[in-house]
């Protein structure tokens, strides 16, 4: 009979994806992510397969929590250009923060490994279209109730959004200038 596990298998997978984002994944080592998880390396194993697997898992585990809560921003009742300003500029305002980990996971994982891994760049690019899609859908209620020009159809606007939004995400991590960085969201909108 095996023994039941004695640990939060979705805080340890939140600590791991917390290590590959401040760290990258070739940076962080399995005993890294064995200390920060608080499991031995056979029990890492056991649970979440290799190294690979747990990065993959924490990709998952960020779409779940990040990119739920970045879809549920742009789904909430009101005005759509307000919701738009406040996905961007809370993530200027965290990245300035200059947290642990700051920036985006995804991003990072894009520039780190979807090239040579197809199933990170499968992970990414579920992120960025889930991400995408919300927008689209935010910006096409704005131009139903007359707030968003019809100038552009939707999806080419939901591109300009998510090409600023992650544009300044990497920015924010080399620019310290937030008025800057505010600018660019301000002169993006007011094109809306």
């Known amino acids: 009979m095996a023994r039941p596990r004695k640990f939060d298998e979705t805080h340890a997978l939140a600590s791991a994806m917390g290590a590959f984002w401040r760290h990258g994944y070739e940076a962080t080592s399995t005993r890294d992510l064995a200390n920060c998880t608080g499991l ?59 947290s642990e980990t700051s920036g985006c996971f995804a991003i990072n994982a894009s520039v780190e490994k979807a090239s040579s891994d197809p199933a990170v760049k499968e992970e990414v690019r579920r992120h960025f279209t889930t991400v995408e899609e919300a927008l689209r859908e935010a910006i096409a209620h704005g131009q139903r109730t007359g707030e968003i020009t019809e100038a552009h159809d939707a999806r080419t606007l939901a591109g300009q959004v998510l090409s600023t939004y992650y544009g300044l995400r990497v920015l924010a991590r080399v620019h310290s200038d937030r008025q800057a960085l505010l600018n660019v969201v301000d002169g993006l909108l007011r094109g809306f």
Request: charged share 25%; glycine share 8%.
């Open 40 to 98: 031995g390396q056979s029990s890492l194993y056991n649970t979440f397969g290799d190294k690979q697997q747990l990065y993959l898992r924490a990709l998952r585990h960020y779409y779940d929590t990040t990119t739920a809560e970045q879809t549920a921003l742009l789904r909430q009742p009101g005005p759509v250009k307000e919701r738009l300003r406040e996905l961007i500029v809370g993530a200027i305002d965290a990245d300035l923060a200059g």
